[in-house]
Nanobody, 119 residues
């Protein structure tokens, strides 16, 4: 599975961005997720969506502001980010998991996209 994220950019606090991730290869029945890594910090979980599309999971820091979704026909995963804060500034990565149950073990990560939120 190969993953490529896009859609990052510079936005003012309170603004919105939508990240996209295109998957290639065998992607059937993969749970999908988003992670982020701020400068000098480790990669942390942001959101996940089950391969069925009927379950979603979020880090507490983004609940109510971010929404993950998927379009399997297009092999795409999205992260709609609203009410952005400066602390959301990070490189965002999409990921894929073949695990059966949550919490997922993540097997693939893609290249990231930079999100910068100015105050």
């Amino acid at each position: 599975v190969q993953l490529q994220a896009s859609g990052g950019g510079l936005v003012q606090a309170g603004g919105s961005l939508r990240l996209s991730c295109v998957a290639s290869g065998r992607t059937i029945r993969y749970n999908m997720g988003w992670f982020r890594q701020a400068p000098g910090q480790g990669r942390v979980f942001v959101a996940a969506i089950a391969w069925t599309g009927d379950s979603t999971y979020y880090a507490d820091s983004v609940k109510g502001r971010f929404t993950i979704s998927r379009d399997d026909a297009k092999k795409m995963v999205y992260l709609q980010m609203n009410s952005l804060k400066p602390e959301d500034t990070a490189v965002y990565f999409c990921a894929a998991s073949g695990s059966h149950y949550y919490p997922y073990e993540w097997h693939y990560y893609g290249q990231g996209t930079q999100v910068t939120v100015s105050s």
